[in-house]
């Protein structure tokens, strides 16, 4: 029996071990082709200067444009996704946890949400737009992308504070605490590396989606300095330049995908450093 046991198990880690590792060498092929076919098209020029003249039929300049405006748009939409998500989590998780048909079943529309098609929340935030008389503008593409990211931040921390044990509730109330400093005080702190993660995954959907703000945020060369005007993000730079039959432009397109992935990676590195920190001062 217990030979059986140990052969089972023995397969069992060749299984999951087998998955862990093609899962790895799936994301390190991906990155390896993308920094590969764009290396020759990378450069500090490509990075800090925006397009020029015949950009795309093989000219000089760069994708600074296209940089600055995804970062203009995720930034922002996070921001509003923040503002949104935590404190309805938090509603979630304390004002509502004595009614967990209520709960379920707002988990079940979020969770919907979650799932709904990029291009669909595109459509709607072009609806949305031209109820509101707005153009194709880089707060359209912030709203929009907003709309995408706030379900993914409200259930992500949602099941972080789902994890938190019972008693420290009701350890806060017993002590004289509201439900509010409760939230705010008590379970907002112990969750804060779990919000980080939301936020993270926010943030990498929204810079790197391309449908949501296909017919939103509208597409320049120029970088907007104010939120009326239009904002090229890269994932669109990457769709427009993959699509030309000039060689040098098709590399422009890898080369912009590579500078996306570098800042999502960036950005996934120092919210694991500062998330690992704060457990750590939590913790003594």
């Known amino acids: 029996m ?3 046991k140990k052969i089972e198990e023995t397969i069992f880690r060749i299984i999951t071990g087998f998955a862990s590792y093609s899962l790895i060498a ?3 092929f991906i990155i390896l082709i993308i920094f590969i ?3 020759n098209a990378l450069s500090l020029e490509m990075v800090f200067t925006p397009p020029r003249g015949g950009f795309y039929y093989g000219g000089e300049g760069g994708v600074l444009n296209a940089i600055v405006g995804s970062l203009y748009i ?3 939409a996070t921001l509003i996704a923040i503002l949104l998500g935590m404190p309805a989590a938090l509603y979630l998780n304390v004002h509502l946890v004595c009614y967990k048909r209520t709960q379920n079943m707002i988990r079940y529309l979020l969770d919907a949400l979650w799932g ?3 291009i669909v929340y595109g459509a709607f935030g072009f609806t949305l737009m031209l109820f509101l008389g707005m153009t194709a503008s880089l707060l359209a593409g912030i709203i929009t992308v907003a709309l995408l990211i706030t379900p993914i931040v409200i259930r992500t921390f949602d099941d972080v504070l789902s994890t938190i044990p019972k ?3 009701e350890a806060s109330l017993a002590l004289g605490s509201t439900r509010t400093e409760m939230a705010f005080k008590v379970m907002l702190k112990q969750g804060f590396p779990g919000f980080t993660t939301a936020v993270l995954l926010a943030f990498g959907r929204g ?3 391309a449908a949501s703000v296909l017919f939103t945020a509208g597409y320049t060369d120029l970088i907007p300095t104010n939120l009326d005007e239009p904002a090229a993000t890269l994932p669109l730079a990457v769709f427009f330049q993959l699509g030309s039959p000039i060689p040098e432009v098709r590399e422009r397109a890898y080369a912009s995908a590579a500078i996306l992935t570098i800042i999502v990676l960036i950005v ?3 919210a694991r450093y500062f998330s690992k920190k704060y457990s750590r001062s939590n913790l003594q």
């Open 26 to 28: 799936i994301l390190g």
């Open 74 to 76: 995720a930034f922002g």
């Open 2 to 4: 217990n030979r059986r």
């Open 268 to 270: 996934s590195l120092t």
């Open 37 to 39: 076919k764009g290396f």
């Open 207 to 209: 810079i790197g989606d």
């Open 116 to 118: 709904i098609p990029s």
């Open 167 to 169: 008693g420290l509730h």
